[in-house]
Structures are given as structure tokens and as C-alpha cells.
């Protein structure tokens, strides 16, 4: 599903961010990377959604290379994964109901398809009862799950999370990871980036750490199958 | 794209002019002044050129024939201008014709005072040819040519007048071009500001959808409908208080100045608007556009 391949990326100061990266994610996994500041873990995911290029290397997801992708074609293959940030991300002048809608508009489906899709998908992240709520009305856990409710409403195939529980406190967070279990647990691909170890050692899920740009252990997690 | 989301962008458009109120109103008055200064200047080009036209129509190139010259030949010289694409009209003015106006303007009433030319005609040989022409500008190229023709003693013209009415067409035109330029510069700046500070406000929602796969054309589409939003609200609000001006002036200048009443003769609104309303919708139009358009391709890159 993710495959990166000799990739390095060194910004215009010269210190490379990551470094001969080599890293295979299979379909249905759910992954951690783990990692201190700065040790390259968000050039990771920008990599991922091609917001940077590689310096070297080849990046392949969902079986395309992601040098081949021609710049128009860029927001189609982004239709494919959802993003979730630690901010959130939403938009404060609209309820719930209308931040999770904005992907389907985004993406040009038609309102019927919304009408049917928000609910659901709201209730699937708990939230079906607050679709009229604007965001300063919600905790940061529940925003939080507008946001990830926002990533999966086109049914991408892959859910990467750029530190999710970086702004919640040590029940909502342990919540957030018990969603986005779930998700993974229907089939789609999760990558989650964090530095909150407690969290990780919990999951019990497969942990890649990251140090100064150069991957040091890749540990597999006991119910993984691979 | 579908019909949902040309609504949805157009309505963003107008959300993005409220959300800008103050930026937005400053654009669409600042707008308004440059297209009322402009339409105002066409009102009083247009009705100048109709002057000039009508003085224009009025000047006249005078040819005279050669002694002993024969009816068939003048008739072939008649030919020879009537085809020639300056001309507008030409009328051929006999001897006895010339000669009756001149009597009629000089001795007036006086018979007794003509009597005595009864039967000789003073201007026998003073036929000649009247030839008005489409542009004044083309005098001196006509007149080469006649002169140049077969069978033709003298060409009269009026240079002085042709040439001052020709120079001062040029003078209207090329102050038309450098107002329009100029206020085409001001008001693509203007709106440039106004969509760079929509781009500014809407920072994190463009990010937003550049993340979940929006399209360049998605993103950018709602700039350029609020660009041309206001270039439309800017044009026609100018329109409405020139029609309502302009009548009024006209008036106004024909009850208080009733002097200039033979020297000029406005056109009718109607007439001057036919032109004015398209030219400054597509100006307003254009100048929202290409303000808009210019500012996302610097500030926008999806």
C-alpha cells in the first residue's frame, strides 16, 4: 500500500530531514511512527501526500509512483488518503455537519450522496447528536473525531494521522486511538504519527521510530499478522 | 463540474465579498468612480464626434474643369470620383447653376443689378464638382488624385478646417486610450488587494481543501467570481446615476446656456448609452477578472 524506497529529503539549509528510507506498509496495517521533534516524522507524511518532493528515492502509494503524478493530478490521488492533524483543523464558522460535508463538496458529490453519507459517518464517530454544534461548542476530543469523521467520509484507503492526540488529554486521546482501531479494523490503512509512547505501548501495534531522519527499529506489534 | 457546485462556488464568491465587507465596498466605490469618470468621458467623446461628423459633412472639395471641356468628359470625371472610396456623396453644379446662387446671394433682391450679366454669364466656366466625403482625415490622398485627373483645371479644399478637425479627432482618441489605461491599471490593483486579503482570510480553509483533494479550479474559482462580482456591482452602479445625470445635464445646460443651443446638439441617452452600457459591463467585467485572476496565479499556488 506505502512503499518508499532509498527516499532522502534534504531542505534548502542542507541537513537532511530523512535519509535513505526504506519502508514497506502493507494493506489493512496500522502503523506507528514514533519519533522526537525533528527527527522527520511530518516530512514523512507531507511525502506521503506529495506536499514535498523526494530529494532521492521513489515513493510508491496505492501502486502509483508518486514522481509519475502529474500536478493537476495531484488532488485526485489525494481523494485517497484522509489526513488528520493535531490542530484539527476545521472550519470554525461551520457546524459539524457542514465541516464533514465540505470534503464530499470538495471532491464535487452530489448533495444527495452528503445527505446520506454525514449522518452516518457521524455516527460512526459518535458524534451524530452534535451535527449542529460549531466547533469552539466541542472538547478537542470531539473536534478531533469531526476531523477524522471529515478524513474518512470519501472512503479513502489509507488514514494517516499527524500526532491526533498531540492536543487531548490521556482519556480523549486513548479514545481517539480506539477509533481509529476501529476504522483500521474495516479495512483501511492507518498511519498514525506520535510521540506519545504510553499510547503506543498499548496499541500494541507495529512501531517505526525515527531518529534524525534515518529509521533505527521497526518493531512488529503481536496481533499483527504480517 | 456539476450544477451543485457552480451554485456552491458562486455563492462563496458573494460570502467572500461579505466576509471582505469593508475591502469589498472600498473596491466596488473606487471601481464605481473609475468607470463613472470613464463613462462620463465617453458621453462627452461620443457627443463630440457626432459634432465633428456633422461639421465634418459639411466640408467639401471643389473641382473645376478645363475650358472647352466637353458634358461627356465632365461626366467620365463624375464617374472616376464616384468611385473612389472616400466619397461620400458628390453632386455636379452647372454654370448656370453656380451662377444663380451667386446671384442670389450677392444681389439678393436686386434684378436691375444682375440684369445687366443677362447674357453672359461671368461664371461660364465654373462648373464644377461638389464632393463630400465618409472621413476627413482622407482630404489631402482625394485631393491628389483629383488633381491628378484628366480634364481638371482646379481643386478647392479647405485644409485648415480639415486638418483641425482631423488633428482634433486624433487628440479625443489618444486621451481616451491613456484614461482607459490608467484606470485600467488602478482598478486591477484595487481588486488585486481585495482578493489577496479573501486569500488571506480563507489561509486555513484553502489548506483545508488542497489536503482532501480539492482542485485548482475549485479552490480559485470563488476569487474570480467575487473579482467579477465587483467589477459588475462597480459598473452598474455608475450606469444607473450617469442615465439619470446625463438627462439632467442636458437640460440644465439647454435652459441656462440657451446660447449654445445652434453651436451643439446633445445626443439622445438612449443613443449614447447604446454603446456606453455594453463597453463598460465588458470593461467592469474584464478589469474584476483580470484583477482577480492575476492575484491568485501570484498568491494562490494550489
Redesign the interface.
Known amino acids: 500500500m506505502i512503499k518508499l524506497e532509498h527516499v532522502s529529503k534534504t531542505y534548502s539549509a542542507g541537513i537532511p530531514a530523512l535519509n535513505d528510507i526504506n519502508l514497506e506498509i502493507t494493506e489493512g496495517e496500522f502503523v506507528f511512527i514514533v519519533g522526537d521533534s525533528g527527527s522527520g516524522k511530518s516530512t514523512l507524511i507531507k511525502l506521503l501526500?506529495k506536499e514535498l518532493e523526494p530529494s532521492e528515492g521513489v515513493i510508491t502509494v496505492d501502486g502509483k509512483k508518486l514522481h509519475t503524478i502529474r500536478r493537476?493530478h495531484i488532488?485526485?490521488?489525494?481523494?485517497n488518503l484522509g489526513?488528520v492533524f493535531q490542530d484539527f483543523?476545521l472550519?470554525k464558522d461551520r457546524n459539524v455537519y457542514d465541516n464533514v460535508a465540505?470534503?464530499q463538496?470538495?471532491?464535487?458529490a452530489?448533495?444527495r450522496e452528503s445527505r446520506r453519507k454525514v449522518p452516518a459517518i457521524l455516527s460512526t464517530v459518535g458524534l451524530a447528536a452534535k451535527y449542529k454544534s460549531y466547533p469552539k461548542q466541542l472538547s478537542g476530543g470531539e473536534q478531533q473525531r469531526v476531523a477524522i469523521a471529515?478524513?474518512l467520509i470519501?472512503q479513502p484507503k489509507i488514514l494517516l494521522a499527524d500526532e491526533p492526540t498531540g492536543n487531548l488529554d490521556a482519556n480523549n486521546a486513548w479514545e481517539i486511538m480506539k477509533l481509529l482501531e476501529e476504522i483500521n479494523a474495516r479495512g483501511t490503512t492507518v498511519v498514525v504519527v506520535t510521540h506519545n509512547m504510553e499510547i503506543v505501548k498499548a496499541m500494541n501495534k507495529r512501531v517505526i521510530t525515527v531518529q534524525k531522519g534515518i529509521i533505527v527499529s521497526d518493531e512488529k506489534g503481536d496481533d499483527d499478522e504480517i | 463540474m456539476r450544477f451543485s457546485s457552480i451554485g456552491y462556488t458562486i455563492k462563496q464568491g458573494f460570502c467572500n465579498i461579505w466576509r471582505n465587507k469593508m475591502f469589498s465596498l472600498a473596491s466596488i466605490a473606487t471601481m464605481s468612480a473609475c468607470i463613472f469618470l470613464f463613462g462620463l468621458f465617453f458621453a462627452i467623446v461620443t457627443n463630440f464626434q457626432a459634432m465633428v461628423k456633422e461639421a465634418e459633412s459639411g466640408v467639401a472639395v471643389t473641382v473645376f474643369f478645363n475650358e472647352g471641356i466637353t458634358q461627356d468628359e465632365i461626366d467620365w470625371i463624375g464617374e472616376e470620383i464616384g468611385k473612389r472610396v472616400e466619397v461620400s456623396e458628390y453632386n455636379f453644379i452647372s454654370a448656370e447653376e453656380a451662377w444663380e446662387e451667386f446671384k442670389t446671394e450677392y444681389f439678393g433682391n436686386d434684378e436691375q443689378a444682375a440684369a445687366g450679366f443677362q447674357d453672359d454669364n461671368p461664371l461660364a466656366n465654373s462648373a464644377s464638382y461638389e464632393i463630400y466625403m465618409n472621413d476627413i482625415s482622407m482630404q489631402s490622398t482625394l485631393v491628389d488624385y483629383l488633381t491628378g485627373l484628366e480634364g481638371v483645371r482646379e481643386v478647392r479644399q479647405s485644409e485648415i478646417v480639415a486638418n483641425t478637425l482631423s488633428d482634433f479627432n486624433s487628440l479625443i482618441g489618444y486621451i481616451s486610450v491613456g484614461i482607459i489605461l490608467i484606470l485600467l491599471l488602478v482598478a486591477v490593483f484595487l481588486i488585486s488587494n481585495t482578493v489577496t486579503t479573501g486569500i488571506a482570510v480563507r489561509k486555513d480553509e484553502i489548506g483545508i481543501m488542497k489536503l482532501i483533494g480539492a482542485t485548482d479550479r475549485f479552490v480559485r474559482a470563488p476569487f474570480i467570481i467575487e473579482g467579477v462580482m465587483i467589477g459588475l456591482m462597480g459598473s452598474i452602479l455608475p450606469l444607473i446615476l450617469l442615465y439619470i445625470l446625463y438627462n439632467k445635464v442636458i437640460v440644465y445646460i439647454g435652459e441656462k446656456f440657451s446660447f449654445l443651443n445652434t453651436l451643439i446638439n446633445f445626443l439622445p441617452v438612449e443613443e449614447v448609452f447604446d454603446s456606453l452600457v455594453p463597453v463598460a459591463l465588458i470593461l467592469g467585467v474584464g478589469i474584476g477578472f483580470l484583477g482577480s485572476r492575476i492575484t491568485i496565479r501570484k498568491h494562490l499556488k494550489v
Open positions: 501526500l493537476r488532488p485526485k490521488f489525494r481523494r489526513v483543523r472550519l465540505f470534503a463538496r470538495v471532491i464535487g452530489p448533495v471529515r478524513a470519501n
